[in-house]
Protein backbone atom coordinates (compact mmCIF):
# COMPACT_ATOMS: atom_id res chain seq x y z
CA UNK A 1 0.00 0.00 0.00
CA UNK A 2 1.29 3.65 -0.94
CA UNK A 3 0.31 6.32 0.86
CA UNK A 4 -1.34 9.37 -0.95
CA UNK A 5 -0.68 12.53 1.43
CA UNK A 6 -3.04 15.38 0.60
CA UNK A 7 -2.17 18.83 2.94
CA UNK A 8 -4.89 21.57 2.82
CA UNK A 9 -3.86 25.27 4.68
CA UNK A 10 -6.07 27.59 4.66
CA UNK A 11 -6.95 30.98 6.62
CA UNK A 12 -6.44 29.31 10.05
CA UNK A 13 -3.60 27.11 7.98
CA UNK A 14 -5.49 23.78 8.92
CA UNK A 15 -4.00 20.60 7.84
CA UNK A 16 -6.41 17.74 6.34
CA UNK A 17 -4.59 14.68 5.30
CA UNK A 18 -5.98 11.36 3.72
CA UNK A 19 -4.81 7.96 2.68
CA UNK A 20 -5.59 6.43 -0.93
CA UNK A 21 -5.54 3.07 -1.04
CA UNK A 22 -4.49 1.34 -4.19
CA UNK A 23 -5.75 -1.66 -5.53
CA UNK A 24 -4.48 -4.50 -7.89
CA UNK A 25 -6.66 -3.19 -10.41
CA UNK A 26 -6.44 -0.87 -13.59
CA UNK A 27 -8.37 1.51 -11.76
CA UNK A 28 -8.41 3.94 -8.45
CA UNK A 29 -10.90 5.08 -6.45
CA UNK A 30 -10.79 8.62 -5.34
CA UNK A 31 -11.38 10.23 -1.89
CA UNK A 32 -14.64 11.83 -0.89
CA UNK A 33 -14.63 15.62 -1.52
CA UNK A 34 -13.47 17.84 1.36
CA UNK A 35 -15.45 20.55 2.02
CA UNK A 36 -13.50 23.88 3.03
CA UNK A 37 -14.25 27.54 3.85
CA UNK A 38 -12.08 30.85 3.76
CA UNK A 39 -12.60 34.28 5.10
CA UNK A 40 -13.03 36.95 2.27
CA UNK A 41 -9.86 38.69 1.28
CA UNK A 42 -7.90 35.91 2.87
CA UNK A 43 -5.20 33.76 1.86
CA UNK A 44 -5.65 30.02 0.67
CA UNK A 45 -3.28 27.44 0.19
CA UNK A 46 -4.21 23.87 -1.95
CA UNK A 47 -1.46 21.11 -1.26
CA UNK A 48 -1.71 18.49 -3.58
CA UNK A 49 1.32 15.99 -3.26
CA UNK A 50 2.54 12.59 -4.31
CA UNK A 51 6.24 10.93 -3.92
CA UNK A 52 5.51 9.69 -6.96
CA UNK A 53 3.96 12.45 -8.97
CA UNK A 54 6.12 14.33 -11.23
CA UNK A 55 3.13 16.69 -12.79
CA UNK A 56 0.17 17.54 -10.77
CA UNK A 57 -2.87 19.36 -12.29
CA UNK A 58 -5.12 21.68 -10.78
CA UNK A 59 -8.32 22.41 -12.18
CA UNK A 60 -11.42 24.90 -11.23
CA UNK A 61 -14.57 22.87 -11.64
CA UNK A 62 -14.05 21.84 -15.44
CA UNK A 63 -11.51 24.37 -16.24
CA UNK A 64 -7.52 23.44 -16.20
CA UNK A 65 -6.03 25.83 -14.18
CA UNK A 66 -2.34 24.90 -13.55
CA UNK A 67 0.00 22.08 -15.17
CA UNK A 68 2.53 21.82 -12.81
CA UNK A 69 3.80 24.96 -12.17
CA UNK A 70 2.82 26.67 -15.45
CA UNK A 71 -0.23 28.27 -14.86
CA UNK A 72 -3.10 27.94 -17.88
CA UNK A 73 -5.94 30.12 -17.11
CA UNK A 74 -7.62 31.74 -13.53
CA UNK A 75 -7.46 35.31 -12.07
CA UNK A 76 -4.12 37.00 -11.60
CA UNK A 77 -4.46 36.39 -8.09
CA UNK A 78 -3.66 32.42 -8.90
CA UNK A 79 -0.28 31.49 -8.44
CA UNK A 80 1.95 28.12 -7.74
CA UNK A 81 4.83 28.99 -5.10
CA UNK A 82 5.82 24.84 -5.56
CA UNK A 83 4.47 21.85 -7.73
CA UNK A 84 1.29 20.87 -5.96
CA UNK A 85 0.04 23.71 -4.37
CA UNK A 86 -2.50 26.47 -5.64
CA UNK A 87 -2.58 29.21 -3.72
CA UNK A 88 -5.25 32.04 -4.02
CA UNK A 89 -4.73 35.67 -2.64
CA UNK A 90 -7.46 38.12 -1.95
CA UNK A 91 -9.73 34.78 -2.25
CA UNK A 92 -13.22 36.60 -3.60
CA UNK A 93 -17.03 34.96 -3.31
CA UNK A 94 -16.71 33.90 -6.95
CA UNK A 95 -13.75 32.00 -6.05
CA UNK A 96 -16.33 29.49 -4.61
CA UNK A 97 -16.60 26.01 -6.60
CA UNK A 98 -14.88 22.82 -6.42
CA UNK A 99 -11.24 22.60 -6.92
CA UNK A 100 -9.50 18.83 -8.38
CA UNK A 101 -6.00 18.14 -7.86
CA UNK A 102 -5.21 15.42 -10.25
CA UNK A 103 -1.63 12.92 -10.57
CA UNK A 104 -1.33 9.94 -12.98
CA UNK A 105 0.11 7.93 -11.36
CA UNK A 106 1.34 4.29 -13.67
CA UNK A 107 -1.95 5.23 -15.67
CA UNK A 108 -3.72 5.67 -12.81
CA UNK A 109 -5.41 9.56 -12.57
CA UNK A 110 -5.39 9.71 -8.60
CA UNK A 111 -7.90 12.89 -8.27
CA UNK A 112 -8.19 14.90 -5.07
CA UNK A 113 -11.51 17.43 -4.76
CA UNK A 114 -11.74 20.12 -2.87
CA UNK A 115 -15.57 22.42 -2.64
CA UNK A 116 -13.98 26.13 -1.27
CA UNK A 117 -16.60 28.11 0.29
CA UNK A 118 -15.27 31.57 1.18
CA UNK A 119 -17.27 33.69 3.69
CA UNK A 120 -18.31 37.02 3.10
CA UNK A 121 -19.34 39.83 5.01
CA UNK A 122 -23.50 41.29 5.03
CA UNK A 123 -23.53 43.88 2.04
CA UNK A 124 -27.22 46.13 3.12
CA UNK A 125 -29.38 48.11 0.62
CA UNK A 126 -32.11 50.45 1.45
CA UNK A 127 -35.57 50.99 0.09
CA UNK A 128 -36.23 53.99 -0.30
CA UNK A 129 -32.73 54.88 -0.77
CA UNK A 130 -33.01 58.51 0.51
CA UNK A 131 -30.67 60.49 2.98
CA UNK A 132 -34.26 62.06 4.42
CA UNK A 133 -37.74 60.56 3.99
CA UNK A 134 -40.80 62.92 4.93
CA UNK A 135 -44.23 61.40 5.54
CA UNK A 136 -47.39 62.32 6.19
CA UNK A 137 -48.83 61.88 9.30
CA UNK A 138 -51.97 58.82 8.53
CA UNK A 139 -50.06 57.43 5.95
CA UNK A 140 -49.01 53.84 5.68
CA UNK A 141 -45.50 52.73 5.09
CA UNK A 142 -43.26 49.77 4.13
CA UNK A 143 -39.01 50.45 5.18
CA UNK A 144 -37.13 47.63 3.10
CA UNK A 145 -33.42 46.21 3.27
CA UNK A 146 -31.85 43.57 1.59
CA UNK A 147 -28.83 41.98 2.09
CA UNK A 148 -26.88 39.51 0.56
CA UNK A 149 -23.20 37.33 2.47
CA UNK A 150 -22.24 33.76 3.37
CA UNK A 151 -23.72 32.46 5.27
CA UNK A 152 -26.86 33.61 4.69
CA UNK A 153 -27.69 37.08 7.13
CA UNK A 154 -29.94 37.73 10.12
CA UNK A 155 -31.90 41.14 9.47
CA UNK A 156 -33.52 42.54 12.37
CA UNK A 157 -35.10 46.27 12.79
CA UNK A 158 -34.26 48.89 15.13
CA UNK A 159 -35.38 52.43 15.67
CA UNK A 160 -33.29 54.94 17.71
CA UNK A 161 -33.34 55.04 21.66
CA UNK A 162 -35.61 51.86 21.73
CA UNK A 163 -33.05 48.88 23.19
CA UNK A 164 -35.45 46.44 21.72
CA UNK A 165 -36.46 45.64 18.30
CA UNK A 166 -39.14 46.40 16.38
CA UNK A 167 -38.96 43.79 13.19
CA UNK A 168 -37.45 41.15 12.04
CA UNK A 169 -36.91 39.92 8.32
CA UNK A 170 -36.76 42.22 4.61
CA UNK A 171 -39.61 44.81 5.73
CA UNK A 172 -41.50 46.51 8.31
CA UNK A 173 -44.61 48.76 7.67
CA UNK A 174 -45.61 51.77 9.84
CA UNK A 175 -48.76 53.56 10.43
CA UNK A 176 -47.39 56.98 10.28
CA UNK A 177 -48.08 59.31 13.32
CA UNK A 178 -46.30 62.09 15.00
CA UNK A 179 -44.13 59.33 17.49
CA UNK A 180 -42.60 58.19 13.83
CA UNK A 181 -40.38 60.44 13.42
CA UNK A 182 -36.82 59.39 14.00
CA UNK A 183 -34.04 56.82 13.02
CA UNK A 184 -34.40 53.49 11.88
CA UNK A 185 -31.72 50.86 11.55
CA UNK A 186 -31.60 47.61 9.82
CA UNK A 187 -29.02 45.33 10.89
CA UNK A 188 -27.47 42.54 8.90
CA UNK A 189 -25.24 40.09 10.78
CA UNK A 190 -23.64 36.81 10.15
CA UNK A 191 -20.86 34.67 12.00
CA UNK A 192 -18.27 37.01 9.59
CA UNK A 193 -19.93 40.20 10.83
CA UNK A 194 -22.71 43.12 11.06
CA UNK A 195 -23.37 45.99 8.22
CA UNK A 196 -26.30 48.15 8.84
CA UNK A 197 -28.57 50.18 6.83
CA UNK A 198 -30.14 53.74 7.99
CA UNK A 199 -33.86 55.50 7.71
CA UNK A 200 -34.14 59.04 8.76
CA UNK A 201 -37.75 60.28 8.97
CA UNK A 202 -39.38 63.30 9.22
CA UNK A 203 -43.13 63.62 10.05
CA UNK A 204 -45.53 66.22 8.50
CA UNK A 205 -48.47 66.34 11.01
CA UNK A 206 -51.37 68.79 11.21
CA UNK A 207 -51.05 71.41 13.69
CA UNK A 208 -53.41 70.33 17.17
CA UNK A 209 -55.23 73.11 19.38
CA UNK A 210 -55.98 72.39 22.59
CA UNK A 211 -59.13 74.71 23.83
CA UNK A 212 -58.39 75.79 27.09
CA UNK A 213 -61.56 76.51 29.30
Same mark, same amino acid.
Given at each position: @????????????????? @???????????????????? %??????????????????? $??????????????????????? $?? =??????? +?????????????????????????????????? +??????????? %???????? %????? =? =?? %?????????????????????????? +???????????????? +??? =? $??????????????????
Amino acid at each position: @MRSFLFLLISAGFAELS @MDLKQSRQSSVKSPPMQNIT %VLEGNEANLFCTHQYANLV $VWLYKDRVLTVGQKIISGSSRLN $VP =ANGVLRL +VEVRKEDTGLYTCQVDKEGNVLKKRYFLEVLTYP +VVQTFPDEDLL %VYEEGEKI %VLRCS =A =AA %VPNPLLVWYKEHQSDSIGNGLSIEIE +VDKDTEGVYRCEASNS +VGK =A $VGVFKIKVKYRPRVQIVQ
